[in-house]
């Protein structure tokens, strides 16, 4: 029983929480941003290729057709998949800097700046150490 409830205090900490939270939500944004990226930017990209932008490649050994006219032996270098990817992983992570650049701007307005500390007045080190070097 002791396992379960240290297992429980575990769980909930707010930390563990908070970072499954923003791992469900930045799987869902990365949805978003492949969509994006899929359907608005890749044709747009793609008409300056007059290609679909992720169907770009280049060939390094042509393949063969068969009957059917399935191209088997073919070696290529999928690039425009690789840079479709790029551009998500740019715009997620621009994203997540505004995001943090936000949460960290918000922090600073809520914390109150610390105020310093009170003690003694240099003058009154300084009469310190005399009144110390004089018993000496």
């Not at 063969?64 to 551009?87: C, M, P, R, S, W």
């Not at 918000?106 to 007045?121: D, L, Y």
């Amino acid at each position: 029983m002791g396992m379960l409830k240290e297992f429980k205090e575990f769980a909930m900490k707010g930390n563990l929480v908070d970072i499954a939270v923003g791992f469900v939500m930045g799987a869902a944004f990365k949805q978003v941003v492949t969509s994006f990226t899929g359907g608005i930017v890749s044709p747009l990209i793609g008409l300056l290729f007059n290609a679909d932008f992720k169907d770009l490649k280049y060939i390094a050994k042509e393949g063969i057709a068969d009957e059917a006219g399935k191209i088997t032996g073919e070696v290529a270098i999928l690039y425009g998949e690789f840079l479709t990817n790029v551009i998500d992983f740019i715009i997620v992570a621009f994203v997540m800097f505004m995001v943090v650049k936000a949460i960290n701007a918000m922090k600073k307005k809520e914390e109150p700046a610390p105020a310093a500390p009170k003690g003694p007045s240099q003058e009154d080190l300084l009469g310190e150490i005399r009144d110390l070097l004089k018993n000496k």
